[in-house]
């Protein structure tokens, strides 16, 4: 099964859903976040699911700042001088929180080198108020490789996340182009750890097709992924943000994505979320009752 190599016009099925404005919370969610000087991967990442997720009340909140120290070619988030720590920050991510009455709360970052801790006791921080302010919420960490150091990995785990997510991104042949700061070894080293130390965290992990990767590439990253440890997969299409980002080679076709949705779950995964517009945070919900 292949994806179609024609990538001049977005097809149908990669096209935003059209949301009825008598459901759009738009405004409040953004009013929120606004008022809280919060920011959000949906906006920071041009996340193309943004106004749907806004639509229902929800968000995924990105912490330590705007500015990241990778230079990944995918990424939409701004490479400058990482801001200061805003030590404020878990309070008003818990009042966010709170505020919009989620019951599942996705909580991202830019990658920090710069911080010694590569903000580990932030993350902790931030679990912590979301349990004194909104109690019951459970909590999803979508989190740097944190250098694949096991002691910031236990201060973050010491806050009990209900979901522990590391994003491998894309297959190992692609990442001195895609990810040239990262290591595919050591972020399977990440999910590996947290399973073998912390067993009742649901482990996650995702990948972007579109790259120019081929079928053996992917599912050999994706059973590599789950003997890992790994619970749950997200698979979705990449998108070029600009003509400054990596080129997208091709459109992945919603049967290619269910064909690997079926041979991953074949492999042992408890959940898999597999179709073009799937991203790590996109109905989150949905995929950690497993």
């Given at each position: 099964?292949?994806?179609?190599k024609?990538?001049?016009?977005?097809?149908?099925?990669?096209r935003?859903?059209?949301v009825?404005?008598?459901f759009?919370?738009?405004n409040k969610?953004?009013?929120?976040?606004?008022?809280?000087?919060?920011?959000?991967?949906?906006?920071?990442?041009?996340?193309?699911?943004?106004?749907?997720?806004?639509?229902?009340?929800?968000a995924?909140?990105?912490?330590?700042?705007?500015?990241?120290?990778?230079?990944?070619?995918?990424?939409?988030?701004?490479?400058k001088?990482?801001?200061?720590?805003?030590?404020?920050?878990?309070?008003?991510?818990?009042?966010?929180?709170?505020?919009?009455g989620?019951?599942h709360?996705v909580?991202?970052?830019?990658t920090?080198?710069?911080?010694?801790?590569?903000?580990a006791?932030?993350?902790?921080?931030?679990?912590?108020?979301?349990?004194?302010?909104?109690?019951?919420v459970?909590?999803?960490?979508?989190?740097?490789?944190?250098?694949?150091?096991?002691?910031?990995?236990?201060?973050?785990?010491?806050?009990?996340?209900?979901?522990?997510?590391?994003n491998?991104?894309?297959v190992?042949?692609?990442?001195k182009?895609?990810?040239?700061?990262?290591?595919f070894?050591?972020?399977l080293?990440?999910?590996?750890?947290?399973?073998?130390?912390?067993?009742?965290?649901i482990?996650?992990?995702?990948?972007?097709?579109?790259?120019?990767e081929?079928e053996?590439q992917?599912?050999?990253?994706?059973?590599?992924?789950?003997d890992?440890?790994?619970?749950v997969?997200?698979l979705g299409?990449?998108l070029?943000?600009?003509?400054?980002h990596?080129?997208?080679?091709?459109?992945?076709?919603?049967?290619?994505?269910?064909?690997?949705?079926d041979k991953?779950?074949?492999?042992?995964?408890?959940?898999?979320?597999?179709?073009?517009?799937?991203?790590?945070?996109?109905h989150?919900?949905?995929?950690?009752?497993?």
């Amino acid at each position: 099964m292949r994806a179609t190599k024609n990538v001049e016009r977005k097809p149908e099925w990669l096209r935003a859903k059209k949301v009825e404005r008598k459901f759009l919370n738009t405004n409040k969610v953004e009013g929120i976040i606004e008022k809280l000087s919060l920011n959000t991967v949906c906006r920071e990442a041009n996340c193309p699911n943004r106004l749907e997720c806004h639509s229902r009340g929800t968000a995924t909140f990105m912490i330590l700042g705007r500015n990241c120290t990778r230079n990944c070619t995918f990424c939409n988030v701004e490479k400058k001088i990482p801001d200061e720590v805003d030590i404020m920050e878990p309070s008003k991510v818990a009042e966010a929180i709170k505020e919009l009455g989620l019951k599942h709360a996705v909580i991202t970052s830019v990658t920090r080198d710069d911080l010694e801790d590569q903000g580990a006791e932030q993350f902790k921080n931030v679990v912590l108020e979301i349990r004194k302010k909104a109690p019951g919420v459970t909590v999803e960490l979508l989190i740097p490789d944190m250098q694949g150091r096991e002691d910031l990995l236990d201060i973050i785990m010491s806050s009990e996340p209900d979901v522990l997510n590391h994003n491998v991104e894309t297959v190992p042949e692609l990442y001195k182009r895609v990810r040239p700061m990262a290591d595919f070894e050591r972020s399977l080293s990440v999910i590996r750890y947290v399973k073998d130390k912390y067993p009742k965290a649901i482990t996650k992990s995702g990948m972007m097709l579109g790259l120019g990767e081929t079928e053996e590439q992917v599912l050999s990253a994706v059973r590599r992924i789950k003997d890992a440890g790994c619970d749950v997969l997200t698979l979705g299409q990449y998108l070029r943000p600009s003509d400054l980002h990596i080129e997208m080679e091709e459109y992945v076709t919603p049967e290619v994505f269910d064909f690997y949705k079926d041979k991953a779950m074949e492999m042992g995964f408890k959940s898999v979320a597999s179709s073009p517009l799937v991203r790590s945070s996109y109905h989150a919900e949905e995929y950690i009752h497993v």
